[in-house]
């Protein structure tokens, strides 16, 4: 079993910036591949980011690229999301999962997730 907790989430100004970290632990933590995702009320979940086991892979979807930066310390089991020019729509619960495999960008394939952590940014 796998637990992830996240944090860093909170209030900020449209432009602000935020880090969030997502920790894991279990005894069966591995080499898993990492994702974040959101969700605002009234709507579907949706990808945000991923990053693979080692750290060199990443992939991120269109509404973020070039604002957000996932980073992970294997050592720590700890993954890291830097959220840069954030804006009103980037409003969303945001979850971290966890898969036993190459990252996704689907939700389906994650098998872990934590509670998530509230972000709100005010215009």
């Known amino acids: 079993q796998v637990t992830l907790v996240e944090s860093g989430g909170g209030l900020v100004q449209a432009g602000g910036s935020l880090r969030l970290s997502c920790t894991a632990s279990?005894?069966?933590?591995?080499?898993?591949?990492m994702g974040w995702f959101r969700q605002a009320p009234g709507k579907e979940r949706e990808f945000v980011g991923s990053?693979?086991?080692?750290?060199?892979?990443?992939y991120y979807a269109d509404s973020v690229k070039g604002r957000f930066t996932m980073s992970r310390d294997n050592a720590r089991n700890t993954v890291n999301l830097q959220m840069n020019s954030l804006k009103p729509e980037d409003t969303a619960l945001y979850y971290c999962?966890?898969?036993?495999?190459?990252?996704?960008?689907?939700?389906?394939?994650?098998?872990?997730w934590g509670q998530g952590t509230q972000v709100t940014v005010s215009s």
């Open positions: 999962a966890a898969r036993e495999s190459s990252i996704s960008s689907y939700a389906g394939d994650y098998a872990y």
């Open positions: 279990g005894r069966t933590w591995g080499r898993y591949g």
């Open positions: 990053i693979s086991w080692s750290g060199s892979n990443t």
